[in-house]
């Protein structure tokens, strides 16, 4: 068995998973291949990624490909774009509904030997606070992405996550948009 179905056949968090709100079993969603272009490293799949089995199949994944410039068929091919989150399954929802956060023990399990695999990807693109936290070691994710020009010389964009959630974070932040969404869409450009 390869990596991908290793990660696939996961169960490591089904206890934790069966105590939540949810009360859901695992279902790790997987989508890289060695030789992509792009990493797109993000959080957890949410509810409809669970269902669908498929990274960013929500409003999120459309607003993702618009800042990044790409179509849908371009951000779904493998050959082109990593999607690894810091958990591959749907950590699920706490007692009020809340997103629940990445289970660390995934990342801590997985996330070096995907990185390994993956080898050199030209362009990464840390999506939301958790992937910030672990590839910069940054806890301030505004700090983080207004900072973009340091890692992004490196080939490394800290992004906002692109949930509804942030849209009010996007309006107080337009330097987002006019300054740091042109360089990012021409460097995805440049790599693919």
Request: hydrophobic share 45%; aromatic share 12%; charged share 25%.
């Given at each position: 068995m390869g990596l991908s179905e290793d990660i696939r056949a996961c169960r490591l968090c089904a206890t934790r998973f069966a105590g939540t709100a949810t009360g859901h079993d695992p279902r790790p969603v997987v989508w890289f291949r060695p030789g992509a272009r792009v990493l797109v490293a993000g959080q957890a799949p949410g509810l409809r990624v669970h269902e669908s089995g498929r990274p960013f199949t929500d409003r999120s994944g459309d607003r993702l490909r618009d800042w990044m410039g790409v179509t849908e068929a371009e951000f779904y091919d493998l050959s082109r774009v990593a999607v690894v989150p810091m958990a591959f399954c749907f950590p699920g929802y706490d007692a009020k509904g809340a997103d629940l956060p990445p289970p660390p023990s995934c990342a801590a399990t997985w996330r070096g030997r995907v990185m390994a695999e993956l080898g050199e990807v030209p362009l990464t693109l840390l999506v939301g606070g958790a992937?910030?936290?672990?590839?910069?070691?940054?806890?301030?994710?505004?700090?983080?992405?207004?900072?973009?020009?340091?890692?992004?010389?490196?080939?490394?964009?800290?992004?906002?996550?692109?949930?509804?959630?942030?849209?009010?974070?996007?309006?107080?932040?337009?330097?987002?948009?006019?300054?740091?969404?042109?360089?990012?869409?021409?460097?995805?450009?440049e790599v693919l």
């Open positions: 992937a910030i936290r672990w590839h910069l070691g940054l806890r301030d994710v505004t700090r983080a992405v207004a900072d973009w020009r340091i890692p992004a010389a490196r080939g490394v964009f800290p992004l906002p996550h692109p949930s509804w959630r942030n849209t009010g974070w996007l309006k107080r932040h337009p330097w987002f948009e006019a300054d740091l969404l042109p360089v990012l869409r021409q460097r995805v450009r």
